[in-house]
């Protein structure tokens, strides 16, 4: 008998409807009609059974299925309290072009977006922004990458169209997108003078060459990510004798071939270099105007960890006002 009930089991299992994809992505809510309420539905294009104020922050987990309509996991909907708001019924479903998720700087790398949901695909665009939006739009077979819609067209310097591609589900948060978030990492307007052959790398140290800069040529381009004296080449691109040449965003180059000189607005003869970035802790030494210092850090916005040129023992913080490419 208990062989039969375990038979018919399996059959009544197998009879029962799919309901297709069944990851999970969790996601907040992000409704472009910034001043309607945001529809909750019984079933895809069904009965409104719930609205969200549009002046709310909510996160969801969405059980995403193929086209555009999304089951919200229990029906619960969580505000910016944490508390959960019960959508009536038995099933809530909620449009994926309401829903968002946000990338994040924490382990200090660039998000990439590839055509195809894995790494040795064709990397579409790197994501340069400490915080940025990203529409889902679905996710693949393994749950393991997310198909979004990326504008960056909204962020100073990077004009883009809109770009789709796949970014792995573990770089991707549900939490709230703020404007203030979203601009870009903090970076360096740099020079490399041609004093020397300068070599890019793939990574640092023992990278791949991926490009030179010529001995006699001046260079000037935009660093970030500073890691272990080397610095990321951001933008993917150099300006050589004011041509802009594409390099890729996966460059590296070292700190020793980074140019900036200490420059006062004001016309002061020297800056001070202090031990912290913080013009309240010890001052080390004053520099000279036009002396030319290689980048070693960034503290926030406001403040370059510097080396002085021939001197690479004198180092500390100089506030980023007084230095220029």
Known sequence: MKRILVTMSAILLAAMPMRGQTHELNCFVCDPDTEGMTNIRSAPKGKIVHRLEPAGFYQLTAIVQPGGWWRIKDGIVYDEG?????????????????LA???DY?????RKLYAEPRKDAKRLMVIHEIRALLRPLELSADGKWVKVTYDPSEFEDRPCETVTGWIEKSQVRDDAFEPGDGGPVPTLTVSAPGIETVVFRERPVTGTQTFVLEKGKTY???VGN???????????SVDENDQQKW??????????????????????PTVPVYEKPDDNSRKLFD?????????LD??????????????PEQTGWVGSGKLTN
């Open 82 to 98: 944490g508390c959960e708001e019960k959508v009536p019924g038995r099933e809530a479903w909620i449009h994926r072009s309401v």
């Open 101 to 103: 998720v946000a990338t």
């Open 106 to 110: 924490e382990d200090g790398q660039l």
């Open 220 to 222: 000037n381009f935009t």
């Open 226 to 236: 500073p890691k272990d004296g080397w610095w990321q080449l951001w933008y993917g």
């Open 247 to 268: 390099v890729d965003d996966e460059a590296w180059m070292p700190a020793s071939a980074l140019f900036l000189v200490v420059k006062d607005w004001d016309g002061a």
């Open 287 to 295: 520099l000279k105007t036009g002396t030319h210092v290689h980048p």
């Open 298 to 311: 960034l503290s926030e916005w406001n403040w370059i960890k510097v080396s002085v040129d021939g001197h």
